[in-house]
């Protein structure tokens, strides 16, 4: 996936930047964030059911780059899990 702006890995490159995930204290990058993190069970079972309803898995593939006509109702899903977990601000 790459360096992205989360805590976990930017906190490599800048001072002062708390690596671990406010809720868990795992280290907070997208995968944990994303799949993983359980203070966002409830929102991601939402998710989880949008992508389930055009046969793909949980996963990163499948949430950040899918296929066909899942394209528009997964982001959409996505979306709303980023704004229901109210961590917009940290991506």
Same mark, same amino acid.
């Given at each position: 996936? &790459?360096?992205?702006?989360?805590? &976990?890995?930017?906190? !490599?490159? =800048? %001072?002062? =930047?708390?690596p671990a995930?406010? &809720?868990?204290q795992e ?13 966002? !069970?409830? @929102? ?9 309803s055009h @046969? %793909? =898995? ?9 296929? &066909? ?10 979306? !709303?899990?980023?704004?229901?977990? @109210? ?5």
């Open positions: 996936m &790459g360096t992205t702006l989360l805590p &976990g890995c930017a906190g !490599k490159y =800048v %001072l002062g =930047v708390d995930c406010p &809720g868990c280290l907070l990058i997208a995968p944990h964030m994303l799949l993983h993190c359980p203070n966002h !069970k409830a @929102q991601r079972d939402h998710l989880e059911a949008a992508l389930h @046969q %793909l =898995v949980l996963n990163l593939s499948n949430m950040l780059d899918p296929k &066909g006509a899942a394209r528009g109702p997964v982001f959409s899903a996505l979306a !709303k899990y980023l704004l229901d977990c @109210q961590i917009t601000d940290k991506i």
